[in-house]
């Protein structure tokens, strides 16, 4: 009976883990920064705070790609590194010059919420 109860728990515990978030070790998701602008990264795809869908240089813990046209920073180069789970770290130009942006996770919409309950 020991045996059956601790398999069921950890069958549990498992299939509680898969509701977490699907990107939590990676860049990939949307991201919020507190003046209202937000970005989402799905492997090479970006799209920019300014509604642009593109492409960039992707990798599990950091992106990078030219603003388009006619976004702020327009020609610049934004680099962006995962400082852990719900924090990005963005900077234009080279990853050590200039100002540094810090972004958060999004948190999700209702209309997410409302998707995730009728699953």
């Given at each position: 009976?020991?045996?059956r109860?601790?398999r069921?728990?950890?069958?549990?515990s498992?299939?509680?883990m898969?509701?977490?978030?699907a990107?939590?070790?990676s860049i990939d998701?949307?991201?919020?920064?507190?003046?209202g602008r937000?970005f989402?990264?799905r492997?090479?795809?970006?799209v920019t705070?300014?509604g642009?869908?593109?492409?960039?240089?992707?990798?599990?813990?950091?992106f990078?790609?030219?603003?388009?046209s006619p976004?702020t920073?327009e020609g610049?180069?934004?680099?962006?590194?995962l400082?852990n789970?719900?924090?990005?770290y963005l900077?234009?130009?080279?990853?050590?010059a200039?100002?540094?942006?810090t972004w958060l996770r999004?948190?999700?919409s209702?209309?997410s919420?409302d998707?995730?309950?009728?699953?």
């Amino acid at each position: 009976m020991f045996g059956r109860l601790t398999r069921l728990a950890i069958l549990a515990s498992s299939l509680a883990m898969l509701g977490g978030p699907a990107f939590a070790d990676s860049i990939d998701g949307s991201w919020c920064h507190n003046d209202g602008r937000r970005f989402t990264i799905r492997g090479p795809e970006i799209v920019t705070p300014g509604g642009k869908r593109m492409e960039g240089h992707y990798s599990r813990h950091g992106f990078s790609y030219l603003v388009p046209s006619p976004e702020t920073g327009e020609g610049q180069t934004i680099v962006m590194s995962l400082a852990n789970e719900n924090t990005v770290y963005l900077r234009y130009g080279e990853a050590t010059a200039g100002a540094q942006e810090t972004w958060l996770r999004c948190q999700p919409s209702v209309s997410s919420l409302d998707m995730v309950r009728r699953s």
